[in-house]
């Protein structure tokens, strides 16, 4: 049987082997972020750390992600997608371990940098291996890819929460052997780079330049800019919620697993709804003003610790929609290669995602523990305002889509 027919015949009656093996991996790869969440309080007390030390954690894997992004279009073009996966996987892996090895705060800091890298070359490849792969379409793909995002987010604080009860090093060390079984997973099950181009024209290499040209297109710089002033909300309340609910790694595991599979369900089957009836644009940004109002009420009553709770699991749902809802419109915002464009946005949107943690700590020093959600709360409003004042070089996103 030559490879094209064994190809032809993996895609009949849905989704490819490939596309479901990357699936599987982006669970696991995922979990990584919400395994951490619950033992952020412990890690503070143990190693004798402010809440804005401890928020450092997510600053640096931000940091480093953002500015990988730049370079995984052209490693992937040149080791190609599975190889690509493998080494950010490796790379995990690795640095997790050590992460859970180590005993000094800055350290830690340093070593989810490296982790940081790894996850870089693992999500932008990803996601381009779903999109490219898919046999349905850019929007039914992306969903995918959301589903193990939020799969993986929800199911991560509750193995979290029961590993960090033992120590806080557990679900750092539960990454690390995560990461075997996705390494293992992919290997086996996702075919090789010969394969999967088989019958197809052979692709240019990309340039390091590549996701720098891309800004030239306004779409991209607008999504990736209201991703980056989103992402102060985002990460105000992955990084900095745990320190005001006053619950121990259970409780903060119970509650961020109610927050991860809001965020799943409404990522797979309401931004859909939404994004049909409403549109993209129009969609993302009711949900972004949602988000916004939720922060501010976090912001006003945060000596409640019922009201941070619910806040806390009811974002999930706005959050799940927006991330399937601006995604989607990334990969149809301008007329080149998918991994270039999403290469180009993550840089933009990571960079909010690395100030915003740390930000919210040292505001919560400086002024109150009112103030990092009031804060965060307004970012996301200004992402809203962005997107509307923009919104003719944008609207093209909803006509792409229904074209589909």
Not at 85 to 103: T, Y
């Given at each position: 049987m030559t490879q094209q027919a064994e190809l032809s015949k993996e895609h009949q009656g849905g989704q490819?082997?490939?596309?479901?093996?990357?699936?599987?991996?982006?669970?696991?790869?995922?979990?990584?972020?919400?395994?951490?969440d619950p033992i952020l309080p412990a890690i503070a007390t143990q190693l004798k750390a402010t809440p804005s030390q401890v928020t450092l954690l997510f600053t640096s894997y931000n940091a480093v992600m953002a500015v990988a992004m730049l370079?995984?279009?052209?490693?992937?073009?040149?080791?190609?997608?599975?190889?690509?996966?493998?080494?950010?996987?490796?790379?995990?892996?690795?640095?997790?371990?050590?992460?859970?090895?180590?005993?000094?705060?800055?350290?830690?800091?340093?070593?989810?940098?490296?982790?940081?890298?790894?996850?870089?070359?693992?999500?932008?490849?990803?996601?381009?291996a779903i999109v490219t792969l898919s046999n349905n379409g850019t929007a039914k793909a992306v969903i995918l890819y959301e589903a193990a995002i939020g799969l993986g987010i929800s199911v991560g604080p509750l193995l979290g929460g029961?590993?960090?009860?033992?120590?806080?090093?557990?679900?750092?060390?539960?990454?690390?052997?995560?990461?075997?079984?996705?390494?293992?997973?992919?290997?086996?099950?996702?075919?090789?780079?010969?394969?999967?181009?088989?019958g197809k024209p052979k692709a240019k290499s990309t340039s390091l330049l590549d996701p720098f040209r891309a800004l030239k297109h306004r779409?991209?710089?607008?999504?990736?800019?209201?991703?980056?002033?989103?992402?102060?909300?985002?990460?105000?309340?992955?990084?900095?919620?745990?320190?005001?609910?006053?619950?121990?790694?259970?409780?903060?595991?119970?509650v961020f697993i109610g927050w991860g599979v809001l965020l799943a369900l409404t990522s797979v089957f309401m931004a859909p709804k939404l994004q049909q009836r409403f549109g993209t644009v129009s969609s993302m940004c009711a949900m972004l003003f949602l988000f916004a109002l939720l922060l501010i009420i976090m912001g006003i009553w945060t000596d409640i610790q019922w009201v941070i709770i619910v806040a806390v699991i009811l974002a999930g749902a706005m959050l799940g929609n927006n991330n399937t809802l601006i995604t989607t419109a990334v990969m149809?915002?301008?007329?080149?290669?998918?991994?270039?464009?999403?290469?180009?946005?993550?840089?933009l949107r990571f960079l909010g995602g690395a100030v915003a943690p740390y930000l919210a700590g040292k505001l919560a020093e400086w002024f109150s523990p009112h103030v990092p959600f009031i804060v965060g709360g307004v970012f996301v409003l200004v992402s809203v305002l962005f997107i509307l004042v923009n919104r003719k070089h944008v609207h093209h996103v909803d006509q792409v889509e229904a074209g589909h």
């Open positions: 490819s082997i490939a596309v479901w093996a990357v699936f599987f991996a982006c669970i696991i790869a995922f979990m990584g972020l919400g395994l951490v370079i995984t279009g052209a490693l992937s073009s040149r080791l190609g997608i599975k190889r690509t996966l493998l080494c950010g996987i490796v790379i995990i892996a690795f640095f997790s371990a050590a992460g859970g090895l180590s005993n000094n705060i800055w350290a830690i800091v340093g070593l989810r940098g490296g982790w940081g890298l790894g996850n870089a070359l693992f999500v932008a490849t990803a996601l381009t029961e590993l960090g009860a033992i120590t806080w090093r557990g679900p750092f060390l539960g990454v690390a052997a995560l990461m075997v079984l996705a390494f293992i997973f992919v290997s086996v099950l996702m075919p090789g780079t010969r394969k999967l181009n088989a779409s991209i710089v607008v999504f990736g800019l209201a991703a980056c002033l989103y992402n102060f909300g985002f990460f105000t309340l992955l990084a900095y919620a745990p320190f005001v609910m006053g619950l121990d790694a259970h409780g903060l595991g119970y149809n915002a301008a007329p080149i290669e998918r991994s270039t464009a999403s290469a180009a946005y993550s840089f």
